[in-house]
């Protein structure tokens, strides 16, 4: 009797976390963290040939030597599926030493303490760091650095006359 029941409870147990789960992944909100990472991942950590990120993000959908850094070596991966702009929602960069050093940021599921996501206005940003913020343009792109060599950079993009300048990119980088 003591079994059944004890088995009973460990059954509901299981279901509660199943469901848990379940809704958790329904609505994902993982919090960027200046200047340390996003999620629990932490710039620097080893990425041990991606097992270390599957902790962190689950099974990259795609992994390979980025050959955009003449000279080093990097090894990128991506985490999601690919949006309408071919871009993943999270793709992480790391050196030759299988540190990382960059965590990319495409999709409105990551946001700063300070509520800052992809899709907010450049106000907005400008609004929650104000002075803190270091305001780069270019001729595509309006990036704002947050800290130094470690930091947080918004890049921003013209979308329209009505909906003005939107953060479409947070990259959270140690260079």
Not at 12 to 23: D, M
Not at 47 to 61: N, S
Not at 121 to 129: A, G, I, N, V
Not at 130 to 156: H, I, K, M, N, Q
């Amino acid at each position: 009797m003591i079994v059944k029941r004890s088995l009973v409870v460990m059954l509901l147990v299981a279901a509660l976390v199943l469901v848990g789960a379940g809704a958790a992944f329904a609505v994902v909100r993982i919090n960027v963290w200046y200047p340390q990472g996003v999620g629990g991942a932490k710039l620097g950590i080893l990425d041990y040939g991606y097992k270390g990120l599957t902790w962190w993000f689950g099974r990259p959908t795609a992994k390979g030597v980025d050959r955009d850094y003449p000279g080093q070596t990097v090894y990128y991966y991506v985490f999601g599926r690919k949006l309408a702009n071919g871009k993943y929602p999270l793709e992480v960069n790391s050196n030759k030493y299988h540190r990382v050093f960059a965590f990319t940021c495409n999709t409105s599921n990551y946001d700063t303490a300070k509520g800052v996501h992809v899709g907010v206005t450049e106000s907005f940003l400008k609004k929650q760091y104000g002075s803190a913020l270091r305001r780069y343009p270019t001729r595509v792109y309006t990036r704002y650095a947050l800290g130094g060599r470690s930091g947080t950079d918004f890049y921003c993009r013209y979308v329209s006359r009505a909906v003005g300048y939107r953060v479409v990119q947070i990259i959270v980088r140690s260079y």
